[in-house]
């Protein structure tokens, strides 16, 4: 009978390693599907202000490089003659409700002369603030001379 109490009790010892073996296993597994999925997210946002960023850039290549010119392609960006935001829903949809956006793109265009410079920046405005994303660009504009 002593024999097989020690038995019984060798195998509830290794019952209980082996739950915890696979305990601490599932939760190293947990971990890292939580991390997939908070860098898959992250890679998004990423790819949704590089996508946005680089289209208001191709706007103002694409035009005469003026603020009006870029702001035609965007009726619900807010600003004044140099510096304008448009904002974006969590779908990262352009929005006129400031108070639903959650990101924002800060656009600024500088003339010098005959070079317009862009300056975009694509911003998290809800729960933080933080930069996603920003772009440079320039365009030289020739001016023709009639006679």
């Given at each position: 009978m002593n024999k097989a109490k020690s038995r019984t009790s060798l195998v509830l010892m290794e019952l209980i390693i082996t739950?915890?073996?696979?305990?601490?296993?599932?939760?190293?597994?947990?971990?890292?599907?939580?991390?997939a999925h908070l860098t898959s997210n992250e890679t998004k946002k990423?790819?949704?202000?590089?996508?946005?960023?680089q289209s208001i850039a191709e706007v103002m290549n694409g035009t005469?490089?003026?603020?009006?010119?870029?702001?035609?392609?965007?009726?619900?960006?807010?600003?004044?003659?140099?510096?304008?935001v448009i904002y974006y829903d969590e779908n990262f949809k352009e929005t006129d409700d400031y108070e639903n956006a959650r990101y924002a793109a800060d656009v600024t265009i500088n003339a010098t002369g005959n070079l317009?410079?862009?300056?975009?920046?694509?911003?998290?405005?809800k729960d933080y603030y933080d930069i996603i994303y920003s772009i440079n660009t320039s365009k030289y504009i020739r001016k023709t001379y009639n006679n």
């Open positions: 739950i915890l073996f696979f305990s601490l296993a599932s939760a190293v597994c947990v971990q890292l599907f939580v991390r990423l790819n949704e202000a590089i996508n946005i960023t005469d490089g003026s603020l009006t010119s870029v702001q035609n392609h965007y009726p619900n960006a807010v600003g004044d003659d140099d510096y304008f317009y410079s862009l300056n975009v920046d694509f911003l998290q405005i």
